[in-house]
């Protein structure tokens, strides 16, 4: 068989505009483009296995995006969210019961009347009907595995990944070689912590000048539960318990149609303590006095996680360069108090798309749309980010009681005034470089899953629908082989192990009584693309990069 070094040149196809990622923010860009151009050739790929496969979200939606981009959509049968918002309750949790806060000292940009409770993932797959009657192509199963560029530097489109590598690197029967992908411009709208995208933002230097990038975890399940636990219409946030108050994050129970709730649970993942699970702190959540009698005598239906922006406006990188641009959750546009990215990832995607028609009508090509960078700011995206952008660094600083107070003033006096009392603060240290050694915390000791109203993570897992061709190349790459043994054990107790919410990374003994000969195990196949290792882990070891097109999660309905 042949060595990868010998394989035979992609085939290609030439189009105005290359899209990388079918979530809302890449649709939305495509569907601007054909609304504007009808003679545009556009293509969009999707890793997923198909549109909304990889899709996870709350999701509360704020619907001014779609408001925007497609004004008729209230009228569709067909649409995707029907649940308005009825009721809106604000919680802080102690272990026994909570305290709600009163809505009319809420600032005004966190009530969620107006909004719609739905699944992100079935608004991309109608937007995606829509792109494709307008002719957008779409190509699901197909990851973007490489970024093209010409003599010059500047990004040319991108090449899909190729399929039927073994996992030692040869070529098996089923080989079928990667396409190049060419366009005047590509977009990236990977989503939070792209495969691509952050090789972009090192090659362009785009984060020169920004704060580091801070991310949180995000946990959710599907329950379908007893009609009388039902309210539709109910959205429910909380923060507080089981969190400490030096830990940042909160948690969510959404009452959407069809007696189904959404329950999620998020940390912050500039976190301190190495023993901290956020899925097992997700579990010990749903025992709370509060979240129990909505879930007892339900039914979990599916169960995933993913990573989420939350720098915001000191985060964001330059999103143009030559060739291309970034658009949606890969610019990191999330507003974090909201816990809501889908509008803005719209409006981006549609700002993209209007500064890119003005270039090509003007017969550009390859170079860098400074217009799009200049007008984010000033833009809906830039006043949405902007008014709260001091929210994650008060919370950082302070701790949960004092930075959600002094966020909530911050927040207050910037949507009356348009300035802060603080000015723009500084996130400091990025997301790897928090965790405490483990000889100086208190170690997590977690209850065990009842398998009633909490589950373990394989259980979990499953449900989330996750496959992995086996014999292909591991996409969790370790920079070096010998670090989460001989650094990351000794000192912090290997945390990958901890916050990975899949059970990817094990540390496994010869013999475990004596705690012998520690091995260093990836279980890639139950990756389900959350990206926490690549951004939590304290020696950067760990390299995410994007497995066969069509592997990962299937989420039904997140």
């Not at 609304?35 to 050739?41: A, G, I, S, V």
């Not at 556009?42 to 925007?68: N, R």
């Not at 829509?130 to 010409?150: Q, T």
């Amino acid at each position: 068989m042949a060595e990868p070094m010998d394989l035979p040149e992609r085939e290609g196809m030439d189009y105005d505009v290359v899209i990388v990622g079918a979530g809302p923010a890449g649709l939305s860009a495509a569907i601007r483009l054909k609304q504007l151009d009808e003679n545009l050739t556009v293509v969009v790929v999707e890793k997923g296995s198909e549109v909304g496969a990889h899709i996870l979200s709350g999701a509360v939606i704020d619907p001014t995006g779609l408001d925007a981009l497609l004004p008729d959509w209230r009228e569709d049968p067909d649409r995707p969210l029907k649940q308005q918002v009825t009721d809106d309750r604000f919680y802080f949790l102690g272990p026994a019961g909570g305290l709600r806060l009163p809505n009319f000292g809420m600032p005004k940009l966190m009530n969620n009347h107006g909004n719609f409770i739905g699944s992100l993932g079935n608004v991309t797959k109608w937007l995606a009907a829509r792109a494709e009657a307008l002719g957008v192509e779409i190509y699901p199963g197909f990851a973007a595995a490489e970024v093209l560029f010409d003599e010059k530097g500047a990004v040319t489109g991108i090449a899909t990944g190729d399929m039927g590598i073994a996992r030692d690197g040869e070529v098996t029967d089923r080989f079928t070689r990667g396409m190049e992908l060419r366009g005047k411009y590509t977009l990236f709208a990977e989503g939070a912590r792209g495969h691509l995208t952050k090789q972009l933002i090192k090659r362009f230097k785009l984060d020169e000048g920004r704060e580091p990038g801070k991310y949180g975890i995000g946990l959710k399940e599907i329950w379908q539960v007893k009609p009388e636990n039902h309210k539709p219409g109910l959205v429910q946030h909380s923060f507080g318990w089981p969190l400490d108050m030096k830990t940042g994050g909160g948690s969510f129970l959404y009452h959407a149609e069809d007696n189904l709730v959404y329950v999620g649970f998020v940390v912050h993942l500039n976190y301190e303590n190495p023993t901290l699970s956020p899925f097992d702190e997700f579990q010990r959540f749903k025992h709370h006095p509060m979240v129990r009698p909505v879930l007892e005598g339900g039914k979990r239906l599916s169960y995933g996680a993913r990573a989420i922006t939350e720098g915001g406006w000191q985060s964001v990188p330059k999103l143009a360069f030559p060739g291309g641009a970034l658009i949606g959750c890969a610019a990191g546009l999330v507003n974090v108090p909201r816990i809501k990215g889908s509008h803005n990832a719209v409006h981006s995607g549609m700002l993209a798309a209007e500064h890119l028609v003005q270039a090509l009508t003007a017969g550009r090509a390859h170079d860098e749309l400074a217009s799009y960078e200049a007008s984010w700011r000033s833009s809906a995206v830039g006043k949405d980010l902007w008014t709260v952008r001091n929210v994650k660094p008060l919370w950082s600083k302070f701790g949960t009681i004092g930075g959600v107070i002094l966020g909530g003033i911050d927040m207050w006096i910037n949507s009356i005034l348009g300035v802060s009392p603080f000015g723009t603060l500084k996130h400091g240290k990025a997301d790897f470089e928090t965790l405490k050694p483990i000889d100086q915390v208190k170690p997590i000791v977690y209850p065990k899953p009842d398998g009633v109203i909490s589950f373990d993570k394989l259980s979990s897992v499953f449900i989330s629908n996750t496959n992995h061709e086996e014999d292909q190349p591991v996409h969790l790459q370790l920079k070096d082989p010998s670090v989460p043994i001989r650094e990351n054990l000794p000192k912090y107790g290997e945390p990958a192990r901890l916050y990975c919410p899949a059970g990817v990374y094990e540390v496994v003994y010869a013999d475990p009584a004596a705690r012998t000969d520690p091995k260093f195990v990836i279980n890639a196949q139950n990756c389900v693309h959350c990206k926490t290792c690549d951004i939590k882990d304290p020696a950067q070891n760990i390299n995410w990069v994007t497995p066969e097109g069509g592997g990962g999660p299937n989420y039904p309905g997140m």
